[in-house]
């Protein structure tokens, strides 16, 4: 006799909903998690507005929202603002690559030579402290107000997080691939390639994302002092010219360029290192 499962359609249901269920909570999170971050910064700018409009925030000092936004996509359309961004963005590609180069070469030698380390403690020591916008002044003097000068403050901005973190991967790494790595007699070059560096990766792209950071600060630390474009001569040049709005759009821009290659490097660094998550 052939048994009948009359139960078999009412799991069925009972699956496709728990699975509908689930589906549901999940897209829920998503737009949480998406939505969530957006919500501080929305209510700030209707409170900015609503007290501009109402007069007690002077649009001379601090416009509101919405006029800024009107400043913003006129220098868009005309192109003006790309044109500051796309001369500092270049700027900062140049400085951070030599400061980030020369910062994971100088890591290597201190990391894997504690005579080098022993060497260099002093004049690290003595530098580290010293502010970036120290020395714009200084660099002026020696090299200008060319491209030379705003590049290598850059470079000095991007060099000391790339150095610090880079030095801080390569002295955790795990001591039992380096013993497995010396009893197969394997070459520094080889220990140096596919054991060191590749366990020091979190720490490189930390400090590739604080440099980063950094050469954003001192692009526009330069350009304020000496330059005749970019997005730290456009901030300068509205501030004379008393153009809140102008100013304003200038250090919001700086903003989100840096959120947005912030947001890319930590893209690559989540696909690169998924093996360290």
């Known amino acids: 006799m052939e048994y009948i499962d009359t139960n078999s359609g009412d799991d069925s249901a009972e699956a496709l909903v728990n699975s509908d269920k689930a589906q549901t909570a999940r897209l829920t999170r998503r737009g949480g998690y998406f939505i969530l971050p957006l919500i501080v910064p929305i209510l700030l700018l209707v409170v900015w507005e609503l007290l501009s409009r109402k007069g007690l925030i ?7 929202p919405s006029d800024i936004w009107l400043v913003f996509v006129d220098m868009i359309k005309s192109g003006e603002l790309l044109n500051h961004l796309r001369i500092s963005l270049w700027r900062v590609i140049k ?3 030599a400061g980030a180069v020369l910062g994971l070469v100088t890591a290597v030698l201190i990391g894997l030579s504690p005579r080098v380390e022993r060497a260099l403690v ?5 530098l580290r402290p010293i502010p970036i916008i120290a020395w714009v002044p200084v660099l002026i003097l020696w090299m200008g107000i060319d491209e030379a000068s705003k590049i290598t403050v850059i470079a000095i901005g991007s060099f000391w997080p790339v150095l610090l973190n880079v030095v801080h991967g390569i002295r955790n790494t795990d001591k039992k691939y380096v013993e497995v790595a010396t009893i197969f007699e ?3 070059w080889t220990l140096l390639t596919k054991v060191v560096l590749p366990s020091a990766l979190p720490s490189i792209f930390t400090g590739i994302r604080i440099g980063i950071g950094i050469a954003w600060m001192s692009v526009v630390g330069a350009e304020l002092i000496a330059a005749s474009a970019g997005v730290g ?6 501030r004379e ?5 102008v100013m304003l759009v200038g250090v919001i821009s700086i903003g ?3 959120l947005l290659i912030d947001y890319a490097i930590r893209t690559l660094e989540t696909r690169l290192l998924k093996w360290s998550i």
């Not at 002077?58 to 509101?64: S, V």
Request: aromatic fraction near 10%; charge should be positive.
């Open 58 to 64: 002077k649009p001379t000092i601090l416009p509101p």
């Open 95 to 97: 400085g951070f690559s």
């Open 122 to 126: 002093l004049i690290t020591g003595l």
């Open 186 to 188: 394997k070459s520094r």
């Open 233 to 238: 001569y456009m901030i300068m040049y509205a």
């Open 241 to 245: 010219l008393s153009q809140a709005d």
């Open 256 to 258: 989100i360029t840096g």
